[in-house]
């Protein structure tokens, strides 16, 4: 009822709440959009194991190994195939345009199925072909041009390496995911990402290698005697583990995740002095007829829960249009940047649950004056 009386108040409040609810949800899309970019490759990957070396840190910045230690696998009981991978970003004139776009190539031998990406794999034979390449049109269409656009008008075409040095041809588009460290992707034969990116790898050096077990093997032990085989030249890893150690780095190591881990709290804490201001001001206005509850006996607690209710549905009526508007904002900031963001339970739930308990603890808080307040007094 204090809040249909007031409705200005009550609309000032609501904007101040969903503006923080909405601060949290940016926060959380902008962390899981990276974690999503910088791991969609990894999860594409057909392997047991992989092998990387320990100085790579993200899947930005790939470093080499010699690709004679993954050879020396095959002596290992249960291992079936290797196949070495090649990663390397390269820069390209952008289409229609003079600025440079940033390329992650991926090379590997067309005859493997490396990528669980089924457009992929339907024009692999094409990659046999030097220089040419299957373009991601998930990319950063702002940064690399209309290349599907042109491609579905026109057919192959061809980019340029910014330097001038080399050519390659767009043969077919895949759907795989944009990257913070590129602006698309491109798939390649491993000669064809040696010959492109030959300022970055060297001849006998690989920047991944994939590792299939014959199933007839414990994957852990497999795991164990290549670790101990190998040192610390390289890393053993599960597919699980290289996802886990990529979304750790940048969690906990860059620079991003601090960054998002403080934005979201930021917000907590504009939701909790927005909510605060609001029941202090409602309690110091209405301090007669709650000190009147007070004096006809009923307690504390009765009417800390009636606060508690008024700040829970401030909650709720700011939450509701703040989900709407995020989910907007994502669907618009995955159309313009090829990043993909989801609006998942976990972030509408994690989100709600923040929003609602800050609601309830700036209650308590504001609720303080008439805790202490002697009825007699009041009057």
């Known amino acids: 009822m204090q809040l249909k009386r007031q409705p200005v108040r009550y609309l000032v409040a609501v ?34 194991l992989v092998l990387i070396s320990p100085a790579t840190v993200d899947s930005g910045n790939f470093q080499q190994f010699p690709q004679s230690l993954l050879y020396q696998a095959l002596g290992v009981k249960g291992i079936e195939k290797t196949i070495p991978l090649y990663v390397a970003n390269i820069s390209a004139q952008k289409l229609g345009g003079v600025k440079p776009t940033s390329l992650r190539v991926i090379g590997y031998d067309p005859d493997e199925r490396v990528l669980n990406v089924p ?27 209309p290349v599907p656009q042109t491609f579905d008008k026109d057919g192959p075409l061809d980019l340029i390496l910014s330097d001038f040095t080399k050519s390659f041809r767009i043969m077919g588009l895949f759907r795989l995911g944009s990257t913070f460290a590129a602006d698309s992707n491109l798939i390649s034969s491993d000669a064809t990402a040696i010959q492109l990116a030959f300022r970055q790898i060297n001849l006998g050096e690989i920047s991944l290698g994939l590792i299939r077990l014959d199933g007839t093997v414990d994957s852990l032990r497999v795991q164990q005697d290549l670790q101990r085989m190998y040192g610390a030249q390289v890393q053993v890893l599960t597919k699980p583990q290289l996802i886990q150690q990529e979304r750790d780095y940048w969690n906990n190591v860059s620079s991003f995740g601090v960054i998002f881990g403080f934005g979201t709290i930021m917000g907590l804490l504009v939701g909790g002095v927005v909510v605060y201001q609001v029941l202090y001001t409602d309690v110091s206005d209405h301090l007669h007829e709650y000190a009147t509850l007070k004096a006809m006996g009923f307690s504390n607690s009765f009417i800390l829960v009636i606060v508690i209710q008024e700040a829970l549905l401030l909650g709720v009526s700011a939450f509701i249009p703040a989900t709407l508007i995020s989910a907007g904002m994502y669907a618009f900031l995955t159309a313009v940047s090829g990043i993909r963001i989801d609006m998942t339970t976990d972030k509408t739930v994690l989100v709600g649950t923040l929003t609602l308990s800050v609601c309830a603890a700036a209650s308590a808080i504001a609720i303080r004056r008439l805790r202490d307040a002697d009825p007699a007094s009041v009057f």
Do not use: C, R
Request: glycine letters at 10%; hydrophobic letters at 45%.
């Open 15 to 48: 904007t101040g709440i969903g503006f923080a609810a909405l601060l949290m949800y940016m926060q959380l899309g902008f962390q899981s959009g990276l974690l999503t970019s910088a791991t969609t490759f990894y999860e594409a990957l057909e392997t047991d």
């Open 119 to 145: 457009a992929i794999n339907a024009q692999s034979d094409l990659l046999k072909t030097p220089n040419f390449v299957l373009f991601d049109t998930l990319g950063n269409p702002a940064k690399t041009g």
